[in-house]
């Protein structure tokens, strides 16, 4: 693996092996009170943000700083981009800064495979990591997700997993519907017609416009984040009207099977997408996906930078 740009181009075996890889960090660091490991030490890691972050941002920081790289953050407000500085120049000025791999979010779907284009050379060029390009992926989302539901539920096989809501706009629901199919999993999207892509009859799931018909069947739900600052045309519901056929409330918990696991990336808007104490149940994973976060970019970071697996190296 070159870069990470999309969950759409992971074998079964390279996603497997990536999991495995961040239970092994995982491992590596429980019990310590020092949690720095050598691992990436003299390789110099950049974070490129020109969306807001919380979740991803920080984490990469610390997966990089965990493993002793040099991690420098660079956010569109606060770099020469606001100067106007194209994208390519940006990249390609950090490129010769002396970035190993740039991790990338930006609004357009495909600049993370843009920028390895841009950024290639004939010895290799930085590993790029897609952070979230506009409507398109979120790759390491989606391997913490899978993470997340493999420690819950034990093998993806067979599973049934919903992903509910704001599939329109949700670079979430496409990794993981990606990824989770690789891994055996059955999804089925639960939204309003107005917010399914077009083309999604090409994705490898399943469609339902009714959410209290698919909960008890399922083995985990994934609520989304409705986006609502990329809802800038077309008949989208109001957020009474969202809350009240695609919230998981209380009631709509109780619908669920007792095992049943409830996901969502963060941040949520509370009462709308996922009741409050919904979102707080020993149910709700989370904190759960932060915390595998941390782990899955370490073994992103890893795989890219040093190309085997972590077996001895720590
Ligand atoms: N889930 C997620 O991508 O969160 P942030 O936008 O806070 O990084």
Known sequence: MRHLLSTADLSVDEATELLDEAERFEQALTGREVRKLPTLRGRTVMTVFYENSTRTRVSFEVAGKWMSADVINVSASSSSVGKGESLRDTVKTLHAAGADALIVRHPASGAAHQIAEWTATESGGPAVINAGDGMHEHPTQALLDALTLRQRL????????????????SRVARSNAHLLSTLGAEVVLVAPQTLLPVGVEQWPVLVSHDLDAELAAVDAVMMLRVQAERMTGGFFPSAREYSVRFGLNERRMGLLADDAVVLHPGPMLRGMEIGYSVADSPRATVLEQVRNGVHVRMAVLFRLLVGTDSSGAQ
């Open 154 to 169: 034990g093998s993806l096989q067979g599973r049934r997993i919903a992903i509910v809501g704001d599939i329109l706009h």
